[in-house]
């Protein structure tokens, strides 16, 4: 008999088979030795109260075992020789995109400007001895997108239409750990995610597919309204039937591109901020509820926190728990601050995104850059922190309760971010639209978990990467851009995703919308 049940159990009694096993056996009313096999189906913290509690559903196999069946697994059939599309860009959109392809039955060519999962991590070092940033391979740009070295986050909020499961089942396959079949808010880190990718190109040429690093496309090749394929840097022209466009929101360049060409782009609402970092063992104690913090059986605390000041959203962003924050500037002259953590997130250190909602009509000082005029705000403020920051990618620093009250920092406490901080009076210098709207949400943050709001936390500036300002728009059936036929614009970068699988999604259902432009009639 195989059954499934719901349990709520302790954090220690969650944590290992041993302690679990013989509870279910007793809810079941058999021995243990009768329990040939246990699948943990769902698992998620219910810190509500300092009783902290976890809910579990099991799938239990009593005196029989598990069907092989229930193992997923995929067979990317040789597509060497098949109709051809150009996938620019080897982030999660584009990735997700070749292996979808792949199952379609097409031969994906993958462009990326940056390097290989091994060369990113090269140039990431030399990026940490140096300070000096190569505009190709970087936190943001290279194999496997700005996700690659990040905490690995997988869950999401998005609507998208997509197979959830089935992304988790191809990163699971691929090498990522069991956790994120079951866990409410999966991640996969940064020691581990890396590994996933290099997996999933090896799957992608073993199947006749392309990769190509250190491939930037500079043109597009067009015949009237339909795309032909791009042109690289090298001079290089490659064809194909169809084009996905999924750079990424970091690649400003093809926007300029996109409308020196005269293909359409739209302005969009985005976000910006600061990254926030508190200590780990403050976040444990805030979140739950409880002086001695997390203890041995609960993972290191998260939070998420939103609030509305003026009709604008402010929220936290891409937190991580026992993370560290890393330059992720892209370009010269630019101070950029994202997050990341390893799959124990052990370090000391806790930080968050805060970002504020911009909307168009917030940008009237830009109006002259028309759809780009976000674009152009970000690569100001950018430099702006760059400048306050010594312009060595050091960063302007203020401690949180400093920052709120609008006096300068005397001294800083210790941060994770290894090129250092300088102290900025970075309430006078932020735009005033960011500025007061995040004072006021850290305001309300601490009132809704006292301790929160703290002299001893630190905000860093600046978080500049949370979304793109300009949306490539398309087709809401059939994914294509609205004027040019077969060009799929796709994931984070057209402004359609926003997070390692909602653009995995994303990059799944632009490859189905492909073989749909190919079968009209299928």
């Not at 609402?269 to 739950?288: C, K, N, P, T």
């Amino acid at each position: 008999m195989i059954t499934e049940l719901d349990i709520v159990l302790s954090p220690k009694d969650a944590s290992d088979e041993k302690y679990y096993k013989p509870i279910l056996a007793k809810k079941l009313k058999l021995s243990t030795s009768q329990i040939w096999g246990i699948k943990i189906l769902r698992k998620s913290i219910d810190a509500r109260r300092r009783n902290i509690l976890v809910n579990l559903r099991f799938r239990v196999a009593c005196e029989e075992n598990f069907p092989e069946s229930e193992e997923f697994t995929f067979n990317y059939s040789n597509v060497e020789g098949k109709k051809k599309v150009v996938v620019v860009g080897a982030g999660p959109a584009g990735l997700f995109a070749a292996l979808r392809l792949i199952e379609l039955g097409y031969q994906p060519i993958v462009l990326e400007r940056g390097k290989s999962v091994e060369g990113r991590k090269k140039d990431l070092g030399e990026l940490h001895r140096t300070r000096t940033v190569n505009s190709d391979s970087n936190y943001s740009f290279g194999e496997g997108g700005a996700g690659t070295f990040s905490d690995g986050k997988l869950y999401t909020r998005s609507k998208k239409r997509g197979d959830l499961k089935k992304i988790l089942r191809v990163l699971h396959f691929h090498g990522a750990q069991d956790d994120i079949l079951f866990d409410a808010h999966p991640h996969i880190g940064t020691d581990i995610l890396p590994k996933v990718i290099v997996r999933i190109r090896e799957n992608i040429l073993k199947a006749g597919g392309e990769v190509h690093f250190s491939t930037k496309v500079v043109d597009y090749i067009l015949e009237g309204d339909r795309i032909c394929g791009v042109t690289t840097e090298s001079g290089n022209k490659i064809v194909g039937d169809g084009v996905i466009l999924a750079t990424g929101h970091s690649a400003r360049d093809v926007y300029r591109k996109l409308q020196q060409q005269g293909i359409e782009l739209e302005a969009k609402s985005f976000a910006m901020g600061v990254r926030i970092e508190h200590s780990q063992e403050l976040i444990d104690q805030i979140q739950y509820h409880n002086p001695a913090g997390r203890g041995a059986y609960l993972p290191a605390a998260s939070y998420s926190f939103v609030h509305q000041v003026e009709d604008r959203g402010v929220y936290s962003f891409c937190m991580c728990p026992g993370g560290v924050i890393v330059p992720a500037a892209t370009g010269d002259r630019q101070q950029v601050v994202n997050g990341m953590s390893s799959s124990n997130r052990n370090t000391a250190f806790a930080n968050s995104g805060m970002a504020v909602e911009i909307r168009t009509q917030d940008l009237k000082d830009y109006q002259q850059y028309g759809v780009l005029a976000g674009l152009y705000f970000q690569e100001e403020l950018e430099e702006k922190a760059f400048i306050e920051g010594g312009e060595n990618l050091t960063a302007p620093a203020q401690r949180m309760g400093d920052f709120v009250n609008g006096r300068k920092s005397s001294s800083l406490p210790k941060t994770s971010y290894q090129p250092g901080v300088v102290s900025s009076s970075m309430h006078e210098w932020l735009p005033e639209h960011i500025r007061f709207r995040l004072q006021e949400g850290f305001k309300a943050f601490g009132q809704k978990s006292k301790g929160f709001l703290t002299n001893e936390a630190i905000i860093l500036g600046v978080e500049s990467r949370t979304s793109s300002p300009v949306r490539i728009p398309r087709e809401r059936e059939n994914f294509q851009h609205i004027r040019i036929e077969g060009l799929f614009p796709c994931g984070e970068g057209a402004g359609y995703a926003g997070g390692i699988v909602s653009a995995a999604m994303d990059g799944e259902q632009c490859a189905d919308a492909f073989d749909r432009y190919q079968n009209p009639n299928k």
